[in-house]
C-alpha cells in the first residue's frame, strides 16, 4: 500500500532564505506524486507534480521538487522564501490500484519570518 | 467559472441533526471524491466515485453516506451529526488517468454543538 510521511509539522524560515520541506514516500509502483499548498481558510492548489518523467520537476511560484527513488523522497524546495509563501503544504501519493485516490500527508505548516 | 462548486461554505449543526452537502463539477471528469481535513491530520479519504453510478468507501466512511446524482453531482449526507464530524470537507473531481491530478472545491467548514 502507498503511503507518506512530511518529516517536519512545522518549519520556519527567514524572508529571502531557502525553503525545504521534507517528504518520503511508500509505493509498490512507480508512483505519482504531488505537492499542494492550501492557504489559510482557502482550498487546496497545486503546486507540483510527478508523473515518471523528469525527476526534478517546477511548479509555479518558484518552487520545486526532485524525486529520488534510491530515497523514496520527494522534497520542496525554493531558493528564497516570501511573506506569500506562509501556508500549509502536503504532499500527496497517488494510489496505483486503478481508482488514483490521493493518500495525503499530515501537512506541513510553513512561517516565514519578516 | 470553471471547476469544483460547494455548498454550503459554512454549517452549524447540533448533535442528531442531519443534513446533506451538495458538490457539482463542470470539467466533465469522471471521478469525484469526498475528503475531511482535521488539524495534524492531513486530508482524508470518506467516500469516492470512480465513476457515475458507482460509489466506494474510503478511509473514514462511518456516520457518512453518498449520492452520485449525476455525472456532475456528488453529495455527502451526515444521517446524525455528532462533535466528532466537525471538521472542513473538500469535494474533488479527476479522470483515472495515473498523475491527473485532482481539482478541488473551496470547502464546506461544519461545526456540530
Given amino acids: 500500500a502507498q503511503s507518506v510521511t512530511q518529516l517536519d509539522s512545522h518549519v520556519s524560515v527567514s524572508e529571502g532564505t531557502p525553503v525545504l520541506l521534507r517528504c518520503n514516500y511508500s509505493s509498490s509502483y512507480s508512483p505519482s506524486l504531488f505537492w499542494y499548498v492550501q492557504h489559510p481558510n482557502k482550498g487546496l492548489q497545486l503546486l507540483l507534480k510527478y508523473t515518471s518523467a523528469a525527476t526534478l520537476v517546477k511548479g509555479i511560484n518558484g518552487f520545486e521538487a526532485e524525486f529520488k527513488k534510491s530515497e523514496t523522497s520527494f522534497h520542496l524546495t525554493k531558493p528564497s522564501a516570501h511573506m506569500s509563501d506562509a501556508a500549509e503544504y502536503f504532499c500527496v501519493v497517488s494510489d496505483v490500484s486503478g481508482t488514483y485516490k490521493y493518500i495525503f500527508g499530515t501537512g506541513t505548516r510553513l512561517k516565514v519570518l519578516a | ?82 462533535p466528532s464530524q466537525t471538521s472542513v470537507y473538500f469535494c474533488a473531481s479527476s479522470e483515472l488517468v495515473q498523475g491527473y491530478g485532482y481539482t478541488f472545491g473551496s470547502g464546506t467548514r461544519l461545526t456540530v454543538v
Fill in chain 2, 1 to 82: 467559472n470553471a471547476g469544483v462548486t460547494q455548498t454550503p461554505k459554512f454549517q452549524v449543526l447540533k448533535t442528531g441533526q442531519s443534513m446533506t452537502l451538495q458538490c457539482a463539477q463542470d470539467m466533465n471528469h469522471n471521478s469525484m471524491y469526498w475528503y475531511r481535513q482535521d488539524p495534524g491530520m492531513g486530508l482524508r479519504l470518506i467516500y469516492y466515485s470512480a465513476s457515475e453510478g458507482t460509489t466506494d468507501k474510503g478511509e473514514v466512511p462511518n456516520g457518512y453516506n453518498v449520492s452520485r446524482l449525476n455525472k456532475r453531482e456528488f453529495s455527502l449526507r451526515l444521517e446524525s451529526a455528532a
